[in-house]
């Protein structure tokens, strides 16, 4: 697995899927030209540009590329990595038929080739530490995930933190793991009581 600091920017759920079990990293899906409308995410990505950097991996369609463009439109181009897959014809198993052009997508990649195209792309694996990572139940402890009052709670934490409130508790934890070490999300859960 390889531990990546800046915030994976992709099209759609499948492709973060895919994702998810070579990287660890911050994954934001786009869901596809949904971006457009969705001012609160192009938000929430610009800043993760400005604060950490990010990659984006879309696919090699006319989309992906017009997907591509609309987020990279605006940010610094040193605060960007593009990674490109290769075009390769098939279809994903998961569909009955393939893409409107014929390609494969991010998802349909062999993990091995998607490991490549970060390597080449100078994408810098960080160090797997070790510290203790924040758990769901560390979340439902806190109260914020499985608990009454868990929506209010999130929430606010959502709030304090400044992310949007689209967030899904699974990303909340991503997120959290890659920004804070369980002691600072303790320290901070006691700040708000």
Do not use: C, W
């Not at 070579?22 to 869901?31: K, M, P, S, W």
């Amino acid at each position: 697995m390889i531990k990546v600091k800046e915030a994976v920017i992709v099209e759609g759920r499948y492709d973060k899927i895919k994702l998810s079990n070579i990287l660890d990293a911050f994954i934001v899906e786009t869901n596809g030209f949904q971006i457009y409308k969705d001012k609160e995410k192009l938000d929430f990505i610009r800043r993760l540009a400005k604060e950490q950097g990010i990659i984006i991996l879309t696919d090699s369609d006319h989309s992906g590329f017009q997907i591509r463009s609309y987020i990279a439109n605006g940010i610094p181009a040193e605060r960007i990595k593009h990674i490109y897959i290769p075009d390769i014809a098939g279809k994903e198993k998961r569909k009955a038929a393939p893409s409107k052009e014929g390609k494969l997508g991010v998802d349909g990649m062999e993990d091995s080739l998607l490991i490549s195209l970060f390597e080449k792309a100078g994408v810098e694996a960080m160090a797997v530490d070790n510290k203790e990572r924040i758990s769901n139940y560390d979340l439902y402890a806190a109260g914020i995930s499985g608990a009454p009052n868990a929506k209010q709670k999130k929430k606010e934490l959502l709030g304090k933190l400044s992310l949007p409130e689209f967030l899904s508790t699974n990303s909340l934890l991503t997120y959290l793991n890659a920004n804070y070490t369980k002691e600072e999300f303790f320290e901070m859960q006691n700040e708000q009581l």
